[in-house]
């Protein structure tokens, strides 16, 4: 179709990059990005990028991937819980400053011929265009302004996080908890520069009001960042920062927003990025999914002849794939809100529970790339010396042959189901709505739970997790059924002490 004039209301990443390629497919419209920041000046500090990113990225445009691969720092992944620390060889993470990634883009746009217009705020009344890109971020005016249009549904976490910065480079990202007379607070950490590091640092709202901290986050001005939190934690975390402080950019306590709106366009005007869908830090950024955004919906405007039927393409390429990796991030949330609880288990074994936590990875697909680690860690879940464990294609029917709760293995005698003492629990919800919360609360008195549901693969994952929050709560022995084709989910769930024994239905 053919463009005269295109609006971009947001210069975030997302809207920079939209800009550039829908310049580039349509040279001879006018795209303007509207920001009512300075070019400049900007929140946040590193931002994450993956493989996956990476390749997508260099698909659609070479040019400015290669430029902001040039301004990247490549680093490891690893977890450290007091002295035990574990390391995964990965050659592929990159970050990069997010001021850098804001100035990379901005000058792409403008080579491409894209006008950057700062310094004031504009909505979707005041531009007259045929297209209206609004990637006005997770507030997104546009949003809430045509809320009855867009339908949207934002839910908020449990946790709280503060987003923060270090002034040196870490040897590799790390997550690391530490433990203070008033909880524990944990910190996801990863280098981006020579000399910066992100320091994003979560805990539950217990800890948090013990600390303080609802009191310091109140006393602390719009604008302004809380330095009572930021000294407090320079502290509690300073075997890692290394004596270095941790830096604050308008750093407050927040809780995390998922958001999901029914439709991503009306009239002439379509979401991207954080004013679309927001997904959990843990997983990823919303910068991956803002560029990733911008790349289908520039090719669905490209490939069809009026705006309806380009929104519809965009929408149906983007929306399933943006619900499948929400509803892994909303697992991995959860995870993460009961890390304290797992902090028991040997680091090998936590890092294998970490990655497999959201059924995006398998134990025998970690194994092939990290298979010390992965060595480490079965042979702590089975009790075993390190030459016992066998190679990675073997790993999963020996998981399951190891001895658990005083029987010969991890798969369960279906007579057990019926034996005195045990309770059958159906589960419908999901292990963080409300209603499971009340079920944890109320557990009856039982030597062995038995938790069945419906047999497609996120139900499955939902029954495994309940299990690891019965089995921590209870100390009961707890059985889950898990459908024969979900095999490498039960196991595992089971090496990372999420469940007991496994009962494979058909």
Known sequence: MRLASIAVLGGGPGGLYAARLLKISNPDARVTVYEQGDPDKTFGFGVGLASRTQRNLRLADEDSLEAIVAESHPHEMSMKVGDSHVRLAHGELLAIGRATLLSVLQRFAKDAGVELKFGKRVTF????????????????????????????????????????????????????????????????????????????????????????????????????????????????????????????????????????????????????????????????????????????????????????????????????????????????????????????????????????????????????????????????????????????????????????????????????RDADGTTTLEITDRPWSADVSRLLADLPASSTFWLTGADDRESTLDRLDVAERIRIRSGAVVVVDVPEQFRSDGVAGAVSERVDLISFTS
């Open 125 to 416: 009344e005041d531009v007259n265009a045929d297209l209206i890109v609004a990637a006005d971020g997770i507030n997104s005016a546009t949003r809430t302004e045509m809320a009855h249009e867009f339908g949207p549904h934002v839910t908020q976490g449990e946790g709280l996080y503060l987003w923060c910065g270090t002034d040196f480079a870490l040897e590799s990202a790390v997550f690391t908890p530490a433990t203070t007379e008033h909880g524990t607070f944990v910190a996801h950490a990863y280098p981006y520069t020579d000399d910066g590091s992100t320091f994003l640092i979560e805990t539950d709202e217990q800890t948090w009001r013990r600390a303080g901290f609802d009191v310091s986050t109140k006393e602390t001005p719009f604008g302004e960042s809380d330095q009572t939190s930021l000294d407090y934690l320079r502290e509690a975390f300073a075997d890692p920062l290394q004596g270095h402080r941790l830096i604050g950019n308008r750093t407050k306590w927040t809780q995390f927003r998922t958001v999901r709106c029914d439709s991503w366009h009306t009239r002439n005007i379509v979401l991207l990025g954080d004013a679309a869908h927001t997904a959990h830090y843990s997983i990823g950024s919303g910068t991956k999914l803002a560029m990733e955004d911008a790349i289908v919906l520039d090719r669905a405007l490209a490939e069809n002849d009026d705006l309806d039927s380009a929104f519809a393409a965009y929408e149906e390429a983007r929306m399933p794939a943006v619900a499948h990796l929400q509803a892994i991030a909303e697992r991995s949330m959860a995870w993460w809100d009961m890390f304290p609880e797992r902090m028991n288990l040997p680091v090998e074994q936590l890092m294998i529970a970490y990655m497999t936590r959201a059924g995006k990875v398998s134990l025998e697909r970690f194994a092939e790339s990290a298979g010390e680690v992965v060595k480490a860690g079965a042979a702590a879940y089975a009790g075993c010396a390190l030459d016992e464990v066998p190679p990675p294609a073997n790993l999963n029917e020996w998981a399951l042959g190891r001895p658990s709760a005083g029987r010969s293995g991890r798969i369960a005698d279906t007579s057990l």
